[in-house]
């Protein structure tokens, strides 16, 4: 029986939900990553298995001011003020980049190729 559509948001919102965990579990701490040019953004990567989701923190952007893109195995944020480019071990899917900003929080996500 081929999964819903159902199972596949099921599985997302699963995922969000122990990202979301992962932060609230993991508070700042010295040695964290911090983009280059940047002042206090902090960036954490969390890989699953089939995915990868950058979390940058850059309070006091809008929306429009934040710029995502993926090109091989580097994830690149654009602001008015630094760009953080971040190489990944792997190759990512840039079709399947999604990315949310809120409260702050910059996620992006993109699927492992295969």
Do not use: C
Not at 9 to 32: F, H, N, S, T
Not at 49 to 63: A, C, F, H, K, Q
Not at 88 to 104: C, E, K
């Amino acid at each position: 029986m081929a999964p819903s559509s159902q199972d596949g948001l099921d599985r997302i919102l699963e995922e969000l939900v122990k990202d979301a965990q992962l932060l609230i579990d993991r508070p700042y701490r010295p040695g964290r990553e911090r983009p280059s040019g940047a002042g206090r953004e902090i960036s954490e990567l969390i890989e699953r298995m089939d995915s990868v989701t950058l979390i940058l923190e850059v309070p006091g952007y809008r929306s429009e001011e934040l710029h995502t893109s993926i090109e091989g195995d580097e994830i690149e944020v654009r602001t008015p003020r630094f760009t953080l480019r971040k190489s990944l071990p792997w190759r990512v899917d840039p079709a399947s980049m999604t990315s949310d900003y809120l409260n702050g929080v910059l996620s992006v996500r993109a699927t492992k190729e295969i």
